[in-house]
C-alpha cells in the first residue's frame, strides 16, 4: 500500500491507503495473475515514460479532429517501431495495455490493421497466402481494414450488398457495389489511411450466391496512396467517440481481383470456379468472434478506470456534513455514493475475471481448429455474443453512473468520463449491435431447452443448469450465510425459469403462426432470457474465481462479489419473487445485507482501485490523479484552454461588444 503513497499528496486519499486492510500488490497479483506480468507492466510503463515521442503535444481533449488524426499516426508509428519491447504476440496481455498507454482512449488510423485485418490473415487464409499476406502485414509494408458493414445493411450479413463474382475466363473475381446502400460504411483507417482491406462480400460463381466471404483486396497505389481506379473511398465525418480514426466509406466499380485474393483457409474457389464449402458453415466469421472475444478486457478495463476516478475523487471531495457541525465529509461516506460506485468496481472485477476464461476458451478453440475440429464453435459463438452485449451495455451504463457521481465536473472533459462513454458506448454496436447478439444467444438457449425437454441433455457445460431440478423456495436465511452455492442456485432457478418461459412461449406461438414470427414476438423474453444466463454465467465465474483468494484480499473480493450477487437480485427482486421462491422478508434480508456490504467495502474503497495498477498516464484523468491533488491540477488544465491564448476573444469586436455598447447607449 504504501507505494502509492507520496509527499505532497491529498491527505483525505493518503488517509484512504493507510486505512486498507490490504497489500494493494496482493490483490494487483490476483487481478493480473503473476508476478511476471506485474513486473511487464511496470517495465513497459517506464518505457512508454521514457520515450517523448509517445506524449501528446497538448492534451488529447484540446485538439480538432485533424489534430488528434495526425497526433494518432504519428504516435501509432512510432509506437509501432517499438513492437520488439513487448511480446506481440501476447495481444491480449501486453499488446493491449501497451496500447492503451499510448494511444488512450481512441481508436487510430492502424487500430482496424491489429483488431481485425491481421488476425483474419492469421485465421482465414491458407499456408501459401499466409506467406505471402503475414510478413507484409507485421512490417507494416500496408495499412489494412477490415471492411463488412454496408449502408443498407451491417447485421444480417447475408443481405450485403457487395458482390464478388467469379470469372473463370480470367481466372478474378470482381468486386461491385450495385447501389448507393451497397456501399462499405463504418471500417476504421479506411477513409484515408488504408491502402489495403479485408473486404467481405457475398460470392458469387457458377451463377449461385454462395454468402458472404472474405477477400483481400487493394485500394490506393502503393506509392502515392492515391484510391485505384474503380475504387471511391473517404472519411464518414465525425462520430460520438473515435475520432482520431477515419471510419470510412468504399464503393466497387465492377474491380478485378486475382482467385487467390479470396482467403482461402476453409472455403475455396478453383479455377474453373467450383466451390468448395467450408467444414463449418460460419468459419469465415472467425475474426468477429475473436474481436467480441477481447472486447471484454478492454471493456472492464474502461469500466475499472471509471471507477478509480470515482472513487478517487469521491475521497478528496467533501461536501456538506452527516452530523451538523462536525465539518464537511468525504462524499465517499455517503451511502448514496457507495451505491453509485461500489457495484460498479465489483461489475469491473467480475468482468475481468470472465475476461480471462474467455481468453482460455478462445486459445482452446483455436487449437481445436487447426485440428479441424469446429466442436466448439457454438459454444464460444453463444457465449462471447451474450458476455460482448451484457457486458459492454453494463460498462456504458456504470460509466455513466460514475460520471454521475463526481457532479459537475465529472462533465469536464478533465475527469476523463466522456472520452471513456464515448469510447466504451460504441462496444454496444460495433461487433454485432448488442441486442441481435443477445438473440443469436437465445438460439443457442432454445436449442438447449428443446433437448432438455426431448431428455437428451447432452448439454454444454455452461447450459447444465438446463437439467437441474432445482427447489422451489431458496435457501436463504440471514445475509451472511448467503454466499457461493446458495446465490448460485437462486440465479440458475431464475435464469433456467426464464429459458422455459422464453421457450414455451416461442412455442405456443409457433403453433399459431410461422416460426420467423413467432420469434420475432417473443424476442423480449428470449433477449431477457439470454441475459440472465450470461450473468448466472459472470456471477458463478466470479465468485468461483474469488473462492481461489487467500489472506487478507479474500474479504473485500469475496465483499466485492457479494454486492455484485446482491445488487442483480435486489435490483430485479420480482424474478425472486415469482411464485414465492422468495419471501418479501428474504428480500428485506438481502436489501440490509447489501447496505451492509457497502459500509463493509468502504474502508478499502481507494485501495481497491488502486489494485488495478492505473499509472496517471493511463488514466488521463485529472479526477482521478494518484496524488489526489484534483483542484490545483484542474486549474492548470483549464489554463490550456485554446480560448485562454487571449484575454480577448475576435467574439468580443465583432458580436458582444457591440451588443453591450448599443446597450449602453440606449440607457
Ligand atoms: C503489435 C501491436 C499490438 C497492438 C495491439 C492492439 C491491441 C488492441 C486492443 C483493442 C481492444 C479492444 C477492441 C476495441 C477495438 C474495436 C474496434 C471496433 C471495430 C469494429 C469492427 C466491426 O464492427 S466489424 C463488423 C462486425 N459485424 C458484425 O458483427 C455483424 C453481426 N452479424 C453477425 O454476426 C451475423 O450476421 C449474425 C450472427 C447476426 C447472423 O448470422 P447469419 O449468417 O444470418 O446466421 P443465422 O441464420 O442467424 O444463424 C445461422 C447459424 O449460424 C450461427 N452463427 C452465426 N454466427 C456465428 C459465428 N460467428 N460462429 C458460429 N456460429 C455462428 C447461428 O448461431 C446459427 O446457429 P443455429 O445453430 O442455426 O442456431
Ligand atoms: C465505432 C464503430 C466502429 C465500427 N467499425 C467497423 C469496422 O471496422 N468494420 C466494419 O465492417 N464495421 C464496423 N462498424 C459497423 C458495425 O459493425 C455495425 O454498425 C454493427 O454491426 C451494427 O449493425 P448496423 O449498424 O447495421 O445496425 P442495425 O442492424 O441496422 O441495427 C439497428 C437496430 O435494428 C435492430 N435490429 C437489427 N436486426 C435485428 C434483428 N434481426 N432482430 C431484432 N432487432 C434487430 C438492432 O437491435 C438495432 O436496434 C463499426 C461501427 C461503429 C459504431
Known amino acids: 500500500m504504501s507505494n502509492l503513497i507520496q509527499t505532497g499528496d491529498n491527505a483525505d486519499i493518503t488517509k484512504e491507503r493507510r486505512n486498507a486492510t490490504f497489500d494493494i500488490h496482493d490483490m494487483s497479483l490476483f487481478l493480473y495473475g503473476s508476478e511476471e506480468i506485474l513486473k511487464r507492466r511496470k517495465e513497459m510503463l517506464a518505457f512508454v515514460k521514457s520515450k517523448p515521442e509517445f506524449n501528446d503535444p497538448i492534451p488529447t481533449e484540446f485538439m480538432n479532429r485533424e489534430q488528434r488524426v495526425d ?82 445493411h451491417g447485421t444480417n450479413l447475408s443481405k450485403l450488398e457487395t458482390t464478388a463474382t467469379y470469372d473463370p475466363k480470367a481466372g478474378e473475381f470482381v468486386l461491385h457495389s450495385p447501389s448507393i446502400t451497397a456501399a462499405k460504411w463504418w471500417p476504421g483507417g479506411l477513409g484515408k489511411s488504408a491502402n489495403v482491406a479485408i473486404v467481405v462480400a457475398n460470392l458469387y460463381t457458377q451463377g449461385e450466391c454462395k454468402g458472404p466471404h472474405p477477400f483481400f483486396v487493394q485500394l490506393r497505389d502503393y506509392d502515392t496512396h492515391e484510391p485505384l481506379k474503380g475504387i471511391t473511398v473517404g472519411d464518414i465525418g465525425p462520430k460520438l467517440g473515435f475520432n482520431t480514426s477515419d471510419n470510412g466509406f468504399l464503393l466497387f466499380n465492377n474491380f478485378r481481383i486475382p482467385r487467390r485474393n479470396m482467403l482461402m483457409r476453409y472455403a475455396k474457389v478453383l479455377p474453373d470456379g467450383t466451390y468448395i464449402k467450408p467444414q463449418h458453415a460460419k468459419l469465415a466469421f472467425g475474426t468477429m468472434v475473436f474481436v467480441r472475444s477481447i472486447m471484454i478486457k478492454d471493456q472492464s478495463t474502461q469500466l475499472a478506470a471509471a471507477a478509480c ?89 456504470g460509466i455513466e453512473q460514475c460520471r454521475m457521481a463526481c457532479g459537475g465536473h465529472g462533465y469536464s472533459q478533465a475527469s476523463a468520463f466522456p472520452e471513456i462513454y464515448a469510447y466504451a458506448v460504441a462496444g454496444c454496436t460495433y461487433e454485432g449491435e448488442n441486442i441481435v447478439m443477445l438473440l443469436q444467444v ?106 481461489t483468494a487467500k489472506g487478507a484480499i479474500r474479504e473485500p473480493l469475496e465483499n466485492l462479489a457479494r454486492l455484485y450477487a446482491f445488487d442483480i437480485i435486489t435490483s430485479s427482486h420480482g424474478e425472486f419473487l415469482r411464485g414465492g421462491f422468495m419471501s418479501e422478508a428474504q428480500l428485506d434480508e438481502l436489501k440490509g445485507g447489501f447496505y451492509t456490504l457497502l459500509e463493509r467495502l468502504r474502508r478499502n474503497a481507494v485501495a481497491i482501485v488502486d489494485s488495478w495498477d492505473f499509472d496517471d498516464k493511463e488514466l488521463h484523468s485529472i479526477l482521478g490523479k494518484r496524488d489526489g491533488n484534483v483542484y490545483s491540477s484542474l486549474l492548470d488544465w483549464a489554463q490550456q484552454s485554446q480560448l485562454n491564448r487571449t484575454q480577448v476573444l475576435p467574439t468580443f469586436n465583432k458580436y458582444l461588444g457591440p451588443m453591450m455598447k448599443e446597450g449602453r447607449s440606449k440607457l
Not at 457495484?343 to 480471462?356: D, G
Not at 428443446?450 to 454444454?460: I, Q, W
Not at 451472511?480 to 435464469?495: F, K, N, P, S, T
Not at 423474453?525 to 456471477?539: F, I, Q
Open 442 to 547: 437465445a438460439r443457442f438457449l432454445m436449442k438447449a431447452a428443446e433437448e432438455v425437454m426431448n431428455g437428451k441433455a447432452k448439454l454444454a457445460d455452461i447450459c447444465a443448469y438446463l437439467a437441474k431440478r432445482g427447489a422451489n423456495k431458496s435457501r436463504l436465511r440471514t445475509a451472511d450465510e448467503y454466499r457461493g452455492d446458495v446465490i448460485i442456485e437462486d440465479l440458475e432457478h431464475v435464469a433456467r425459469n426464464q429459458v422455459f418461459r422464453a421457450y414455451d412461449s416461442l412455442k405456443r406461438k409457433e403453433k399459431e403462426m410461422p416460426s420467423e414470427e413467432a420469434w420475432n414476438k417473443t424476442a423480449i423474453e428470449l433477449c431477457k432470457a439470454s441475459r440472465w444466463h450470461v450473468r448466472l454465467y459472470l456471477a458463478k465465474n466470479f465468485l468461483h474465481k474469488i473462492s
Open 71 to 152: 497526433n494518432g499516426a504519428r504516435k501509432i508509428v512510432a509506437m509501432t517501431d517499438n513492437t520488439d519491447e513487448i511480446d506481440a504476440g501476447d495481444f491480449f496481455g501486453e499488446g493491449m495495455y501497451f496500447q492503451g498507454l499510448i494511444m488512450g482512449r481512441d481508436l487510430h488510423p492502424m487500430s482496424l490493421h491489429y483488431v481485425m485485418f491481421l488476425p483474419t490473415i492469421q485465421g482465414q487464409s491458407d499456408d501459401e497466402q499466409l506467406d505471402e499476406w503475414l510478413p507484409l502485414t507485421i512490417s507494416r509494408s500496408f495499412v489494412g481494414t477490415y471492411a463488412q458493414t454496408e449502408l443498407g
Open 309 to 397: 476516478i470515482a472513487k478517487r475523487y469521491s475521497a478528496i471531495r467533501r461536501q456538506g456534513e452527516i452530523k451538523q457541525g462536525a465539518g464537511e465529509v468525504q462524499i465517499l461516506d455517503y451511502q448514496t455514493q457507495q451505491l453509485r460506485i461500489f457495484p460498479v468496481m465489483a461489475r469491473a472485477f467480475c468482468f475481468m475475471f470472465a475476461a480471462y476464461e474467455i481468453r482460455d476458451l478462445y486459445m482452446k478453440v483455436t487449437e481445436q481448429l487447426g485440428e479441424g475440429n469446429t466442436e466448439l464453435l457454438p459454444e464460444i459463438h453463444a457465449l462471447t455474443s451474450g458476455l460482448k452485449s451484457v457486458v459492454s451495455y453494463e460498462v456504458a451504463l
